[in-house]
């Protein structure tokens, strides 16, 4: 569960980011600042990132400030999903990242699979919209309020013949693993309830599209 100084510091800081968009007082500027240095403050005392970092990070936001969104991918090959191991941690992960500016969330997908794994696949389904501070899945802590869109991915070849594994700057690695044999994840992209749920949409294939 996200403790409430996540909340807390996440609120102050779209406070900050839509007060420095749509004021134009020195005075009330000046307050939104510190209203910023405190959630950064709070998020440094809580995650142990450097001060330095949040501020360039929260520096880049602008306009009104909302949730981030993220798309992962599942993608099974004899009931099997396919993962990728990422360079950071050295952990397992669903393919997916951030969308682009001007991307479509399908179009996203299949992009970060292929940068990922080096497979060519076609999103068919949306399988769930996610919460990333929902307390239910359990996520550490970030500075961002994400969405996580969570699609089903059709490969478009067979791996064995098409698939190239290819490495690049943020993943070494990519295989596909059974339900039971699941490696180590990296928490801060996908926890194990949500690798579960994509399963149980793999034997499921009616089941509505999941949403917090």
Same mark, same amino acid.
């Given at each position: 569960? &996200?403790?409430? !100084?996540?909340?807390?510091?996440?609120?102050?800081?779209?406070?900050?980011?839509?007060?420095?968009?749509?004021?134009?007082? /020195?005075?009330?500027?000046?307050?939104?600042?510190?209203?910023?240095?405190? &959630?950064?403050?709070?998020?440094?005392? @809580?995650?142990?990132?450097?001060? @330095?970092?949040?501020?360039?990070? =929260?520096?880049?936001?602008?306009?009104?400030?909302?949730?981030?969104?993220?798309? $992962? %991918?599942?993608?099974?090959?004899?009931?099997?999903?396919?993962?990728?191991?990422?360079?950071?941690?050295? #952990? !397992?992960?669903? /393919?997916? %990242? !951030?969308?682009?500016?001007?991307?479509?969330?399908?179009?996203?997908?299949? $992009?970060?699979?292929?940068?990922?794994?080096?497979?060519?696949?076609?999103?068919?389904?949306?399988?769930?919209?996610?919460?990333?501070?929902?307390?239910?899945?359990?996520?550490?802590?970030? %500075?961002?309020?994400?969405?996580?869109? =969570? =699609?089903?991915?059709?490969?478009?070849?067979? /791996?064995?013949?098409?698939?190239?594994?290819?490495?690049? #700057?943020?993943?070494? @690695?990519?295989?596909? =693993?059974?339900?039971? *044999?699941? /490696?180590?994840?990296?928490?801060?992209?996908?926890?194990?309830?949500?690798?579960?749920?994509?399963?149980?949409?793999?034997?499921?294939?009616?089941?509505?599209?999941?949403? *917090?």
């Amino acid at each position: 569960m &996200a403790p409430d !100084w996540l909340h807390w510091a996440q609120r102050l800081q779209a406070i900050a980011q839509n007060g420095l968009t749509y004021s134009e007082n /020195p005075f009330d500027l000046d307050r939104f600042r510190q209203i910023r240095a405190i &959630a950064i403050e709070m998020l440094t005392e @809580g995650t142990n990132v450097e001060p @330095g970092y949040l501020l360039n990070l =929260f520096q880049q936001e602008e306009g009104y400030a909302t949730p981030k969104v993220e798309v $992962r %991918g599942a993608v099974f090959w004899q009931d099997r999903i396919l993962m990728v191991k990422e360079r950071e941690d050295g #952990c !397992w992960t669903l /393919p997916g %990242g !951030w969308i682009d500016v001007g991307e479509a969330p399908g179009r996203a997908i299949e $992009r970060e699979i292929y940068e990922e794994s080096g497979y060519q696949t076609q999103a068919v389904k949306l399988l769930g919209v996610y919460d990333r501070n929902h307390p239910r899945h359990a996520y550490p802590p970030t %500075g961002h309020h994400v969405y996580k869109l =969570f =699609f089903q991915c059709q490969l478009l070849s067979d /791996p064995i013949e098409g698939g190239s594994n290819k490495e690049n #700057c943020e993943t070494d @690695g990519a295989e596909f =693993f059974d339900e039971q *044999d699941i /490696p180590e994840l990296s928490l801060a992209r996908v926890v194990p309830s949500l690798i579960q749920r994509m399963f149980e949409h793999h034997r499921q294939p009616d089941l509505p599209t999941d949403f *917090d």
